[in-house]
Structure formats: C-alpha cells, structure tokens
C-alpha cells in the first residue's frame, strides 16, 4: 500500500512540475482543437481521480465542486455532460489558484483512502489512475509546445520549459532481418497495461527487414527537396489533400530561412541538426517519405516481434496498422469501458515511447493511437521492407 501511495504523489508532484516555468497567462492556453490548456490537464486527471474512485468509493465524500464534472469531463458519456472540447480555453475560471486547490483537496482524499482500504477494485482504478496521469503529462508537453509555437512572440523570444533532449543515435542505418514465423503479441504477466494490449494472440509473420534506427532530419530534408511534398503519386490519397488543404511543405514547426532550416524548440527557432532522428511528422507524412525510399512501414506485429532488438524509445513510430481490437477484446461495463475501445476507428497505431514519454510509461506491447493527420506528438518514421 504505501508503494502505491508514494507512486501516487510522485506521479501528482510530477505533473506540476512540468508547470513550474509556466506563468500565469499560459496556463489558458488553447491553440487548437486537439490540444488543451495546462490547466484543463491540471483539472481533468484531477476529476478522475474524484469522480471514479472518491464519489463511489469514499461514503459521505463532499464534492470539490459540483460543476467540475461539467468542465473538466473529457468523453466519458457515462459520467454526463460536458463542455465541448473546442471551448476548454474559454474557462478563465475557475482560476489557477482554485485549480491546485482543487488538486490539494483530493490528493488529500486519495492519501486517505488508501490508507484505510485494501479494496482490490480500487487499488486497480488508482493504479490506473496513476497511468492515465502518466499520459497526459505527455499530452501536457506537448500540448504546451504548440500553443507557444503559436504565438509569435514565443519563436522571436523563446520560452523555458519542457528541456528537449538532443538525441543521441548509432550512425547505423542497417536492417534487422526478421525471418518468417509464428509470434506472440499482446501484453502477458501481472503488471499493469491497457485493456487494449490484452488478448496475446499469435500472427504468422513473413520474413521481413526493419530498420535499426529511425529516420534523420537529414533524410527528411532531402524527401522535401527532391520534391515529396509537390509529388501527388507519393501519397495516399487522404494525405494528398492533408497537404493540400493545409498547405504543408515540410514538418510540423520546421521553417526553411535563407540559408537553414530551423525549427521550433522551448527555447525558440534552433537550427535542424541533420544527425537528429525526425520528429512531429504525421502518419501521412511517414506513408510518403517511405514510398519516396521505395520501402513501407512496419505493422504493429512487426514492430512488436522485433521490439527486442530495436533501438526505440525517442519517438513514437508510425505503423501501417489501423487500430483495431485483438482478439477476444471486450469493452468494460461503465465509464473505464469508455477509455480505448470506442475509439477503435480512424485511428492508426503508433509503438514504442517519445523522449517526452513519462519514464516507466512503456512496454513492447503499448498500443498508442491517433488520427493520421496529426503531428504534433513526438512522432518519428522506421522504415521496413
């Protein structure tokens, strides 16, 4: 018990101080759909842990604030209504101060909690809980960096926050050769994971090549100056009007000057380092690039069957593989049933973690997913064959 207690306020320490360099004004900060404020994060993984654990489990529990359930409700229909995402900047109330307090107040209550129960059922909802959390602190991440993309102040003037990492990579480019076989995916053991990992199945694999290492910047840039984002027949035809409609032209806050590219960092425009693997490109993108090499993308089997040998863990890697349930998948009753499976369409895989992936939040068989249009998650490309 008292590891999950000292899990559980790490884990809530931890989200803050992703925030410290914040200041106020940024904590609204909205700059597209897809994203939300600092503070919406703050407040959401907070109501989690109140309106799934506290309210049900915790007799004569006196609610935060009635109307958070309202505003701080992500998609869980179970649970009722909710603001519409789009409108999460809009809440200049309530405030930031009443936000912490906000979190305070129930980390207080969960502390209590689980000093006094040993209940497996709600063991198991902080423990997922923690992980939940664990995902937004990525989501906050990278959600702050787009928002400050968008001002232009913030690309003249820089900004400090979430330290990027340069990376560090083996020059190789070989290929892992993978012979043909029968594979176990899916998660197995006793520790925690996402219901959509359950259900270890076996897939015949044919032989394949995958790469060592991921896709450089260096790579990318001569993908772009041969050409590949003005060559139609590169693309599928979704991506082709992606790039059209939107007018791209090179990755996601990447811009070509007289003389360099630079793109943009938490401390304002740097220049690209060749040498560096590629990142924040879309699935779109990643389809492109790899048919301008005359190769594809791994399936999310073959990415897990040859996990073992890979060097991953710097990007999320794009996979030619729909997010689809394995077999015997079943969504839980209630509103935890709503959390992987009703999203199981549109939506492409991508494995393995991002430099900005909460440490221990990953595995070989984490599935993580979104639509292939979008990029401003760490996301890189490794190409198969």
Same mark, same amino acid.
């Given at each position: 018990?008292?590891?999950?207690?000292?899990?559980?306020?790490?884990?809530?320490?931890?989200?803050?101080?992703?925030?410290?360099n914040?200041q106020?004004?940024?904590?609204?900060?909205? #700059?597209?759909e897809?994203?939300?404020?600092?503070?919406?994060h703050?407040?959401?993984?907070?109501?989690?842990?109140?309106?799934?654990?506290?309210?049900?489990?915790?007799?004569?529990y006196?609610?935060?604030?009635p109307?958070?359930?309202?505003l701080?409700?992500?998609?869980?229909?179970?649970?009722?209504?909710?603001?519409?995402?789009?409108?999460?900047?809009?809440?200049?109330?309530?405030?930031?101060?009443?936000?912490?307090?906000?979190?305070? @107040?129930?980390?207080?209550?969960?502390?209590?909690?689980?000093?006094?129960?040993?209940e497996?059922?709600?063991?198991?909802l902080?423990?997922?809980?923690?992980?939940?959390?664990?995902?937004h602190?990525?989501?906050?991440?990278?959600?702050?960096?787009?928002?400050?993309?968008?001002?232009?102040?913030?690309?003249?003037?820089?900004?400090?926050?979430?330290?990027?990492?340069?990376?560090?990579?083996?020059?190789?480019?070989s290929?892992?050769?993978?012979?043909?076989?029968?594979?176990?995916?899916?998660?197995?053991?006793?520790?925690?994971?996402?219901?959509?990992e359950?259900?270890?199945?076996?897939?015949?694999?044919?032989? @394949?090549?995958?790469?060592?290492?991921?896709?450089?910047?260096?790579?990318f840039?001569?993908?772009?100056?041969?050409?590949?984002?003005?060559?139609?027949?590169?693309?599928?035809?979704?991506?082709? #009007?992606?790039?059209?409609?939107?007018?791209?032209?090179a990755?996601?806050?990447?811009?070509?000057?007289?003389?360099?590219?630079?793109?943009?960092?938490?401390?304002g425009?740097?220049?690209?380092?060749?040498?560096?693997?590629?990142?924040?490109?879309?699935?779109?993108?990643?389809?492109a690039?790899a048919?301008?090499?005359?190769?594809?993308?791994?399936?999310?089997?073959?990415?897990?069957?040859?996990?073992?040998i890979?060097?991953?863990?710097?990007?999320?890697?794009?996979t030619?593989? #729909?997010?689809?349930?394995?077999?015997?998948?079943?969504?839980a009753?209630?509103?935890?049933?709503?959390?992987?499976?009703?999203f199981?369409s549109?939506?492409?895989?991508l494995?393995?973690?991002?430099?900005?992936?909460?440490?221990?939040?990953?595995?070989?068989?984490?599935?993580?997913?979104?639509?292939?249009?979008?990029?401003?998650? @760490?996301?890189?490309?490794?190409?198969?064959k």
């Open positions: 018990m008292t590891l999950l207690i000292n899990k559980f306020i790490k884990t809530r320490n931890r989200t803050i101080s992703l925030c410290e914040l106020t004004e940024d904590f609204n900060l909205q #700059a597209a897809f994203v939300s404020p600092p503070k919406w703050l407040a959401h993984t907070t109501w989690f842990f109140e309106e799934m654990i506290l309210k049900r489990y915790v007799k004569a006196q609610i935060f604030n109307h958070f359930s309202l701080f409700n992500s998609y869980y229909n179970h649970v009722g209504d909710r603001i519409e995402r789009k409108n999460r900047g809009l809440l200049s109330r309530p405030s930031v101060e009443e936000v912490f307090a906000y979190r305070k @107040y129930v980390d207080d209550n969960i502390k209590l909690l689980l000093k006094n129960t040993s497996q059922t709600v063991l198991e902080v423990e997922l809980g923690i992980q939940h959390e664990e995902q602190q990525e989501l906050l991440q990278t959600d702050i960096k787009y928002s400050l993309y968008k001002n232009p102040f913030n690309r003249i003037q820089g900004k400090k926050g979430v330290k990027e990492r340069k990376n560090s990579k083996d020059s190789s480019s290929w892992i050769e993978m012979n043909e076989g029968i594979f176990e995916i899916g998660f197995e053991g006793n520790s925690f994971c996402f219901d959509n359950l259900g270890m199945h076996k897939v015949f694999l044919s032989s @394949y090549q995958i790469r060592k290492e991921l896709v450089t910047n260096g790579e840039i001569e993908f772009i100056e041969a050409g590949g984002y003005e060559n139609f027949n590169l693309w599928l035809d979704d991506g082709w #009007a992606w790039v059209k409609n939107n007018s791209i032209k990755p996601l806050y990447w811009k070509k000057t007289d003389s360099e590219w630079v793109h943009f960092s938490f401390s425009e740097l220049q690209i380092e060749p040498e560096d693997y590629l990142n924040h490109v879309s699935f779109y993108e990643a389809m690039f048919t301008w090499k005359g190769y594809r993308l791994p399936t999310e089997f073959e990415w897990e069957a040859a996990s073992e890979l060097n991953w863990g710097q990007r999320w890697e794009w030619n593989s #729909a997010y689809l349930p394995y077999p015997g998948f079943t969504i009753e209630g509103a935890v049933g709503e959390y992987n499976g009703k199981m549109n939506q492409m895989v494995r393995g973690a991002s430099e900005v992936t909460t440490p221990g939040h990953s595995r070989k068989s984490y599935r993580n997913f979104f639509q292939p249009g979008l990029n401003w998650q @760490y996301s890189g490309i490794r190409l198969a």
